[in-house]
C-alpha cells in the first residue's frame, strides 16, 4: 500500500481511511446513545421521527431552496449563490418507507455548496402505500424531466436505499442513452448503497454487532415491504445485479462497521469487472451515511469534501 494522506492508505481496489481521534470519541458517545434508543421504525409511523433526524444536518451557507415538480415528480431544487449549467439528481435513503426530499434539502445543500452546482431531491413513492417499482419509476421520470428541461450534464447521487436507487438509475439511463435520444449520466455518487436486497453480502454477519444503526431483520422486513411478491435480485431492485458495462465514475464512500460494508465493495469489484471506473472509500470505526453528521465528525466533512471534488471533476469542462 502507498500512503495517501495523514493515517489514510490506499491500494488497487480501495482507498481506507483511519479514524480521527475527535471522531472516535464522537462515535463512543453517539453508539452509547443509540443502545439505549429503540430500534428506528422503518414503516409509515417512523417517518417524522427520520425526517427530524436527517434535518439536523446544518444548512449550508449560500445555498436557496424550493419545493417544485420535475418530470411529473415533486421534489426540492437546491441551488447554491453560484451555480454553472450542470445538475445533480438526488434520491434520499430510507429503505424506501421513510424519508422525504424535505428532509433532505440541508444535506443535499452541503453538496450543492460543494459541487457549485443545483440539486433535485427526488420525493420518490414510498412503499407500503407505493409498492416496487415506483420509486425506481419516480428516479427515471425525474432525470428525464431534468434532461427534458436542457440540462446535458447531469449527476446522480443518494445514500441507502437511495444510494442503489441512484446506481440502478444511472444504469438504466446510461443503457437509454445510448439511441441518442437522452444525456449519459456524467458521474454517480452513492453513500452507503443499499445495492443488495436479498442481503447476501458477508458484512451482513461480520458487521452486525458493530453497526449501531441497521439491524438485518429491519433490513429484510423493509425489502419485503417495498418490494411484495416482487424478486429481490431485480437489478431495478438490486443493482448489484444490473450490466455494469459502460457506466459513467462511480464513487462509493461506505463505512467500515456497517452491515452494508460488502454492498459498496462487491458493486466495486462487479464494474471494475465490467471495465468501468470505480472508486471505493472505507471509512474506519464509522457507520451508516456518515456525511450526514458533518456539525459531529471530521470524516463528515472530508468524505463531502471529496464528493464535491469527485463530482466538479466530471460534471465541470
Known amino acids: 500500500m502507498t500512503s495517501t494522506g495523514a493515517g489514510d492508505s490506499k491500494d488497487d481496489d480501495v482507498i481506507e481511511h483511519s479514524e480521527h481521534l475527535l471522531d472516535r470519541a464522537a462515535m463512543l458517545a453517539m453508539r452509547a446513545m443509540l443502545a439505549i434508543q429503540p ?4 414503516g409509515p409511523k417512523g417517518r417524522p421521527a427520520f425526517d427530524a433526524l436527517m434535518q439536523k444536518t446544518p444548512a449550508a451557507e449560500g445555498v436557496s431552496d424550493e419545493a417544485t415538480t420535475i418530470g411529473g415528480v415533486p421534489g ?9 449549467d450542470a445538475v445533480i439528481l438526488y434520491l434520499h435513503g ?18 450543492a455548496a460543494r459541487v457549485k452546482t443545483p ?19 419516480d428516479a427515471e421520470a425525474a432525470y428525464r424531466g431534468l434532461a427534458a428541461a ?10 441507502s436505499a437511495g444510494g442503489g436507487l441512484a446506481l440502478a438509475t444511472t444504469e438504466r439511463m446510461t443503457r437509454a442513452s445510448r439511441d441518442g435520444h437522452m444525456p449519459c449520466p456524467m458521474a454517480a455518487v452513492a453513500m452507503s448503497p443499499w445495492t443488495d436486497l436479498t442481503l447476501s453480502g458477508d458484512s451482513i454477519t461480520t458487521r452486525a454487532k458493530r453497526d449501531p444503526i441497521l439491524q438485518v431483520a429491519a433490513l429484510k422486513e423493509a425489502s419485503r415491504i417495498y418490494l411484495g411478491s416482487h424478486d429481490p435480485s431485480d437489478p431495478r431492485a438490486s443493482p448489484l445485479q444490473g450490466d455494469l458495462e459502460g457506466l459513467p465514475p462511480v464513487l462509493l464512500q461506505v463505512g467500515d462497521d456497517e452491515i452494508l460494508l460488502d454492498d459498496a465493495r462487491r458493486y466495486a469489484d462487479r464494474l471494475r469487472a ?41 460534471l465541470v469542462p
Open 119 to 137: 440539486v433535485f431531491v427526488v420525493d420518490y413513492r414510498l412503499a407500503p402505500e407505493h409498492l416496487f417499482p415506483a420509486a425506481a419509476l
Open 39 to 42: 430500534a428506528a421504525d422503518l
Open 150 to 159: 436542457g440540462f446535458s450534464r447531469i449527476a446522480i447521487v443518494g445514500d
Open 274 to 314: 465490467a471495465g468501468s471506473s470505480a472508486e471505493l472509500h472505507v471509512w474506519k470505526g464509522m457507520v451508516h451515511v456518515f456525511p450526514a453528521n458533518i456539525a459531529l465528525l471530521q470524516a463528515a466533512r472530508e468524505a463531502l469534501d471529496g464528493i464535491g471534488v469527485f463530482l466538479r471533476r466530471h
Open 76 to 84: 426540492w431544487w437546491c441551488r447554491p449563490s453560484v451555480i454553472d
Open 94 to 111: 430510507g429503505a424506501y418507507t421513510v424519508g422525504s426530499a424535505n428532509a433532505y434539502r440541508h444535506f443535499a445543500g452541503q453538496i
